[in-house]
């Protein structure tokens, strides 16, 4: 079965660190545009970064850039996404999808394969 696996959630002060791992599980990344997106309570699902299948493209919504940073190890068929000077705004739950050569420009409704999600809790 194909299915991804979202890892490395958890409750953190304000401007600390978390990276998150989202690894495939049944078939292999190098195909695949991988896109992290995260839901908070009453609020609409936002794409948070986006990385090409080869790495060699990245992008970030204006809310995190400068402190979020996306990676990935097509050998180990995983995505990272490291999360630096966390704040109470970043609270939510945290979803890898993957879709087949994407444009990182597309919508989640573009996606095929979607990860459980992984809480991240920014408080003091």
């Known amino acids: 079965q194909s299915r991804l696996v979202e890892s490395g959630g958890g409750l953190v002060q304000p401007g600390g660190s978390l990276r998150l791992s989202c690894a495939a599980s049944g078939f292999t990344l190098d195909r695949y545009t991988i896109k992290w997106f995260r839901q908070a309570p009453g609020k609409e699902r936002e794409g948070v970064s986006c990385?090409?299948?080869?790495?060699?493209?990245?992008n970030y919504a204006d809310s995190v850039k400068g402190r979020f940073s996306i990676s990935r190890d097509n050998a180990k068929s995983t995505v990272y996404l490291q999360m630096n000077g966390l704040k109470p705004e970043d609270t939510a739950v945290y979803y890898c999808?993957?879709?087949?050569?994407?444009?990182?420009?597309?919508?989640?409704?573009?996606?095929?394969?979607w990860g459980q999600g992984t809480q991240v809790t920014v408080s003091s």
């Open positions: 990385i090409s299948p080869s790495g060699g493209y990245t």
């Open positions: 999808a993957a879709g087949r050569w994407l444009d990182c420009n597309r919508g989640w409704s573009s996606y095929n394969y």
